[in-house]
């Protein structure tokens, strides 16, 4: 792991972009000089690291006592696309302008996103873990599909919150069945792009025994900010 860049922001969290091998990432630690649990926050379907919204939850959680990561997954942020993922990605477009079915389309680029993700996650853990400033353990919060593998792969994963807006492959709705941690699932009532007896069904299906649902009114970039904090003390029983 290479850190290229750091800086301290107005409310002390020390900001520090790194790369790990091809894997362009960020790492946001509050002040404190003692070791703190670790965030994974990945966005749904792979929108860039530095996505306004997905920085700013970063940014609080951090401010709340831990160490947050983000990193750009294959094809998304400032890694390079392929010919296929702006193809499916234009398709996808045509679709939804179109008011045509898009799941199709959807499992053609995010289920094999996923398996690409979710090793360089890892690897990237494993980077992490070996740094002073953070102790473990560890959470993981934002993209469902990538959650879902990431859970029931990944030991060192203790707890998760999962955002109900993200496309979920079929493979991984069935995989929802193993995982077995403590889950927060945060679901938008009025999520134009995410059927809500589909994200009921994912939830019916996950296999924890400590399973939480907060559904707002709303749509996809609705989520209340009060759920960030919700979520910082939903992990905060888990990793702290």
């Not at 709340?64 to 993922?85: F, H, N, Q, T, W």
């Not at 030991?155 to 995982?179: K, L, M, N, T, W």
């Not at 009025?190 to 649902?213: H, I, M, S, V, Y």
Request: proline content about 7%; hydrophobic content about 40%.
């Amino acid at each position: 792991m290479h850190f290229t860049s750091e800086q301290r922001l107005d409310d002390g969290v020390l900001e520090r972009e790194f790369t790990l091998g091809e894997i362009p990432g960020t790492l946001w630690t509050p002040g404190s000089a003692a070791p703190v649990p670790l965030i994974l926050m990945a966005h749904n379907n792979g929108l860039p690291r530095r996505e306004s919204r997905l920085v700013a939850r970063a940014r609080h959680s951090a401010a709340y006592g831990y160490a947050v990561a983000a990193i750009d997954a294959p094809g998304c942020g400032d890694r390079p696309r392929s010919v296929a993922d702006e193809r499916a990605r234009a398709d996808l477009r045509r679709a939804m302008q179109a008011g045509e079915p898009v799941d199709e389309i959807f499992e053609s680029f995010i289920g094999p996103l996923v398996e690409k993700t979710v090793p360089e996650w890892q690897s990237t853990l494993d980077a992490l873990l070996t740094l002073p400033e953070i102790g473990g353990p560890v959470g993981y919060a934002g993209w469902t599909a990538v959650g879902i593998r990431l859970a029931v792969a990944e030991p060192r994963i203790a707890a998760a919150g999962f955002f109900a807006g993200g496309y979920v492959p079929r493979a991984q709705r069935e995989e929802a069945r193993q995982v077995t941690i403590p889950l927060l699932f945060l679901l938008q009532w009025d999520d134009e792009g995410n059927p809500r007896q589909r994200a009921l069904d994912l939830f019916d299906a996950f296999g924890t025994k400590e399973k939480t649902l907060h559904a707002n009114m709303g749509g996809h970039t609705g989520t209340p900010w009060f759920e960030v904090d919700d979520g910082n003390r939903f992990l905060g029983r888990h990793l702290k």
